[in-house]
């Protein structure tokens, strides 16, 4: 029973996500389609620390070259579940906004194998975000298009997954593991009854 339990704990102990150590933290928020455009509001964090606050907010801002007012979204990185918060800070309105994870560093040789939605939305009317990643990088944009009106921010929050995995092996979910665990438990008891 006790080399279960220790297998259990093992598995358990390997469920954590890849710890993001680091990475360069970029959004850009404009007006392409509707007005004079000398360049998107940037706001730019490179090499920063993951894991204390947002690792992108208002003393990160790099440019502003159309003199747009809003269109802030802070960052936030949990490292320890790899949860990516954006945080609109005003309700004004644009056409397209990115937000860009560069250059990120893991703790041991894991890689990004996928990034999906998990709650909120960052625009009043809606704008579906679109989602890409490579094996270090992510990018969130929310892009009205052509010929359409601008969106609002919302002044709320919207997160999103980060998956990964080291080497050729998948981080486990932590439901399988349960499962996994639960079923090595019956058959230790199944097989206590029995002899």
Request: with cysteine; glycine share 8%.
């Amino acid at each position: 029973m006790n080399k279960v339990l220790c297998l259990v704990a093992l598995l358990f102990a390997g469920v954590a996500n890849a710890t993001i150590i680091s990475g360069d933290f970029r959004t850009e928020s404009d007006l392409p389609y509707c007005c004079f455009d000398a360049g998107p509001l940037v706001y730019e964090n490179l090499n920063a620390s993951v894991g204390a606050g947002n690792e992108l907010d208002s003393t990160d801002l790099l440019s502003n070259d159309s003199g747009w007012f809003g269109g802030s979204v802070f960052i936030d990185l949990d490292p320890t579940t790899n949860i990516v918060t954006l945080s609109s800070q005003d309700n004004l309105d644009f056409e397209v906004f990115t937000a860009f994870i560069s250059n990120i560093v893991f703790d041991a040789g894991e890689s990004i194998t996928g990034l999906s939605w998990i709650s909120g939305n960052l625009t009043d009317i809606a704008v579906p975000e679109a989602l890409s990643f490579t094996a270090n990088s992510i990018e969130i944009s929310y892009d009205v298009g052509s010929g359409n009106d601008f969106f609002y921010f919302t002044g709320t929050q919207a997160q999103f997954q980060i998956e990964t995995q080291s080497g050729s092996v998948a981080v486990p979910a932590p439901a399988s593991v349960l499962l996994l665990s639960l079923g090595l438990l019956a058959l230790v008891g199944r097989k206590r009854y029995h002899a």
